[in-house]
């Protein structure tokens, strides 16, 4: 009720002061109507319009290929009913592989990414005369892109590393690390880590700054020392901004491509070949574009139940505080 | 007290300082390599560069044809968020401001696609697209970015905008100023630090996404600057050479808009993140 209310409040009052007769006010009415559908047409059409192709026409219509045999090059197109998901289950063993890989890969960038990006806010909201060089230069390998941090480190890990190797004699270095199925995971971790703990820092410092300074000074006074403090303050006042921290790092984890794609390009012999790199390989390199699509459609479910997860439990934490 | 700089800083100051160094290695490698010859690289990859060859950068320069790709990348980058601005803080405005059901059903369609992965539409859109006539255009790939953008920037702005009191534009009204008046003369400027937060985000989306124009531009005249940096990479592989002059001339730019920006860019990371 209080929605008309204002409604009528941005109408300019003067219908309602003027004496008109009933049949022109309801004229005016209707006039006045068509006009403020014609403004919000105006105002949230074109990105409406944009959004529904660009998003809501391939959604929907995705949802539909992946039931189908669509090959991208004849124009024909069957209904195979669940003959794609039968397929993906059963004999593609590339898919289930690529499956596990990713969910693995996603937990140990979890743990990784969040111990460090929280380690390195601890360290820079400390009264360290570098703070703010350092926050730049821990954040800095965000800002470029996966596709050339992946190239970065291709360079590292083939030219660097042996080089390193070599003046050092350190065995770890030695490795020929994209050429090894293990390796090259890790080497993608490494490479994601770098990239992602400076931005989950910058999380964690604006957490860490919001603890009200008297709660430190306080616990300070009363004997306790920096882990104490630590522990028993700024870790479970920090909580919520953990969670954040750790969906948004479940999520861009689980959809890995660039760094994927530049670094080992799934390779050696598609041992490191993630969800999305699977995915796009199904529909773009061998033409199967129902299959690739069946495997989207598997892939959104995944994500978005890890997102409603996500907005769930951060509601009932708004709740509770 | 807090503030005192005790031996224990000391030792944490020396211990950031060397992660800070260990974080900038990758960066050292790829600069000091930049500017060897090819036969120094193998040899001599971890010390700094005997002699300066910066042939390399003209030779990658052109051989990416740098202005051409540069200048894709910045035309995406300045149109995608021109038009991300304009159209994602109109129709925010009307979605405050209009209490119907429509409003609020429109506003969830924005933000409940947001969960959609990018692979989980890549393979029908680019059929629409092709139908559409999208295809292998700049202006299709910036319509592209509005449709994909539109979540994230319609959230900030509705969000932002749902703080700012209605009483200054009913008085606007009155005035006899008309709704697109009051909302460009009187709403969009009180928008601006969400604004710039949108902008920077999506900038360095938009300047850094590979997968979308790879599928959108095939004409190598449109490359932008992360496609080109990948055929090049895959074009003289292991000729480290030019590729790390590449990938340094790709690098460059962003280093120049992050050290340019830079409290706003960390600011608006922090800000838009917690949302």
């Not at chain 1, 993608?188 to 300074?213: D, F, T």
């Not at chain 2, 304009?86 to 009307?94: D, E, G, N």
Request: proline letters at 4%; hydrophobic letters at 50%.
């Amino acid at each position: 009720m209080n929605n008309q209310n204002n409604v009528e409040k941005i109408i300019p009052p003067l219908v309602q002061q003027s004496n008109v007769s009933r049949k022109y006010s309801l004229s005016t009415k209707r006039k006045k109507k068509w006009k403020e559908v014609g403004l919000f047409s105006l105002f949230v059409g074109p990105v409406f319009i944009a959004f529904t192709i660009v998003v809501l026409v391939p959604f929907f219509s995705g949802i539909y290929y992946s039931f189908t045999d669509w090959n991208g090059i004849t124009g024909e197109i069957k209904w195979v009913g669940l003959e794609n998901f039968q397929y993906i289950f059963t004999e593609d063993t590339q898919f289930l592989q690529s499956f596990k890989l990713t969910a693995l890969y996603t937990i140990v960038a979890i743990i990784l990414t969040n111990t460090i990006g929280f380690g390195l806010a601890l360290l820079v909201t400390q009264k360290l005369k570098s703070s703010n060089l350092l926050r730049t230069v821990f954040f800095m390998p965000n800002l470029l892109g996966g596709l050339l941090l992946g190239f970065i480190w291709q360079f590292i890990f083939i030219r660097g590393f042996a080089s390193i190797g070599e003046l050092t004699g350190i065995p770890l270095f030695e490795l020929a690390w994209l050429g090894d199925k293990n390796t090259a995971f890790w080497g993608i971790v490494i490479v994601s880590v770098w990239q992602g703990a400076g931005y989950i820092m910058l999380i964690y410092i604006a957490a860490l700054q919001n603890i009200p300074k008297e709660l430190i000074e306080a616990a300070k006074i009363d004997g306790a020392n920096r882990f104490q403090v630590l522990r028993n303050i700024k870790i479970p006042l920090v909580a919520p901004a953990v969670t954040i921290c750790l969906f948004l790092t479940t999520a861009s984890s689980f959809k890995i491509f660039d760094a994927n794609l530049s670094l080992t390009n799934g390779g050696p012999f598609k041992s490191t070949e993630m969800l999305a790199l699977n995915i796009y390989t199904e529909a773009f390199v061998n033409n199967r574009y129902g299959i690739g699509e069946a495997k989207a459609l598997i892939f959104f479910i995944v994500v978005a139940t890890i997102s409603i997860i996500q907005v769930m439990i951060t509601k009932k934490k708004e709740v509770e505080s | 007290m807090e503030n005192k700089y005790t031996s224990k800083t000391l030792l944490l100051e020396i211990f950031g300082i060397i992660l800070g160094l260990l974080f900038l290695i990758p960066f050292y490698y790829v600069i000091s390599n930049s500017l060897k010859s090819f036969a120094e690289i193998l040899t001599n990859t971890s010390a700094l560069p005997s002699s300066l060859h910066f042939e390399n950068y003209l030779n990658a320069f052109e051989k990416l044809n740098f202005f051409k790709v540069f200048s894709n990348s910045l035309l995406v980058t300045i149109a995608s968020n021109l038009v991300l601005v304009v159209f994602c803080s109109m129709a925010a405005y009307m979605l405050v401001r209009t209490k119907k059901k429509i409003s609020n059903i429109i506003f969830m369609a924005f933000v409940a696609a947001m969960i959609i992965p990018f692979q989980s539409i890549m393979i029908p859109l680019i059929k629409t697209a092709s139908s559409l006539h999208l295809l292998n255009s700049i202006w299709g790939l910036v319509f592209m970015y509005l449709g994909f953008g539109s979540g994230m920037t319609i959230f900030l702005y509705h969000g932002f905008i749902k703080g700012i009191p209605v009483e200054l534009e009913e008085a606007a009204i009155i005035d006899g100023c008309s709704r697109f008046g009051v909302f460009w003369r009187i709403v969009f400027p009180l928008l601006k630090p969400i604004t710039v937060t949108i902008i920077i985000l999506n900038s360095l989306w938009i300047w850094n996404d590979y997968l979308l124009p790879s599928l959108v531009l095939q004409n190598p005249e449109l490359r932008t600057i992360p496609l080109a940096t990948f055929f090049f990479f895959g074009q003289y592989t292991k000729q480290w050479d030019l590729a790390l002059a590449a990938l340094m001339i790709g690098i460059i730019p962003l280093l120049i808009f992050f050290f340019s920006m830079q409290k706003h860019i960390i600011q608006g990371i922090t800000s838009g993140s917690i949302k």
